[in-house]
């Protein structure tokens, strides 16, 4: 999980923000997921993309508790989107 996100992932993040991925950045930290820090070119303008390995349930778990968490005013992040089952590019993500 060390590598960027593919072509497809960032595809996703446009149409779900609405505006072009203006910058990937690689966030340090977590073994279990590559995690970037995206620039989008709308609303909102940074995103973040958690990619998790095939098949693993984790994306479904962070997706469910973040919906659990919503409202709670930026105490936690927002779930913007989630593919638990990696149908988008083959990977299970989550969007925050």
């Known amino acids: 999980m060390d590598s960027s996100p593919p072509p497809a992932a960032l595809d996703w993040i ?6 072009p991925v203006t910058c990937v950045r690689r966030l340090a930290g977590g073994t279990h997921a590559a995690t970037h820090l995206i620039g989008a ?3 909102p303008a940074e ?3 958690r990619r998790f390995p095939s098949g693993d349930p984790a994306a479904a778990h ?3 508790v973040l919906t659990m968490v919503d409202g709670l005013g930026g ?3 927002r779930l913007l989107a989630a593919d638990p089952s990696g149908v988008r590019f083959g990977e299970p993500t989550v969007l925050t």
């Open 14 to 19: 446009a149409e779900t923000t609405g505006g």
């Open 41 to 43: 070119g709308g609303d």
């Open 47 to 49: 995103v973040v993309l």
């Open 62 to 64: 962070e997706a469910r």
């Open 75 to 77: 105490l936690a992040p």
